[in-house]
């Protein structure tokens, strides 16, 4: 939480000027399927992204409760990401990240690290770009046992934050 906070206060200092956001709230529905065992999970996440280089580097924390095959997965991450427009109405960003999974199911608890990788496309249909949507396709992999691997979609709701 402190590192969010600190966030958004880079955030807001390097934006003040320019007027933009200084920080996007993200809420959405996810879908993740198993590579490995086939296996799918649905929910709802939420995450905060802040820019402390304009054009250069845009930093997200996010939580997702996924639930599916009698299991329930928390992933917590912070996602590194770069970012492009494309036009004054989309914009693309690729990025990398730490993941942490908190599963529970038959009985049992697993906590695990693994990686992540983004590409989020971000639609604004009104120029004041207080409000838009998004889509991310990804791919994680836990460096737990198992190593599991999986790809996810998200898509949601952008909210700008003065």
């Known amino acids: 939480m402190g590192l969010i906070a600190a966030l958004l206060l880079i955030g807001g200092q390097a934006r003040a000027e320019e007027k933009e956001p200084s ?14 065992d086939g296996g799918q999970s649905f929910g709802p996440t939420v995450s905060i992204e802040v820019t402390p280089l304009k054009d250069w580097l845009e930093i997200e924390g996010g939580v997702s409760s996924l639930f599916g095959s009698g299991h329930t997965e928390w992933n917590t991450d912070l996602v590194f990401k770069k970012p492009f427009s494309l036009s004054k109405t989309v914009e693309v960003e690729f990025g990398v990240g730490p993941e942490w999974m908190h599963t529970t199911g038959a009985g049992k608890t697993a906590d695990s690290l693994g990686g992540e990788a983004v590409v989020e496309f971000q639609f604004w249909p009104w120029p004041n770009r207080n409000y838009g949507w998004y889509l991310e396709p990804s791919y994680g992999y836990d460096f737990g046992s198992g190593h599991g691997q999986s790809v996810g979609v998200t898509v949601g709701l952008l909210i700008a934050i003065p």
Do not use: H, P
């Not at 920080?23 to 993740?32: R, S």
């Open 23 to 36: 920080a996007l709230i993200e809420m959405g529905g996810v879908g993740e399927w198993g590579l490995r």
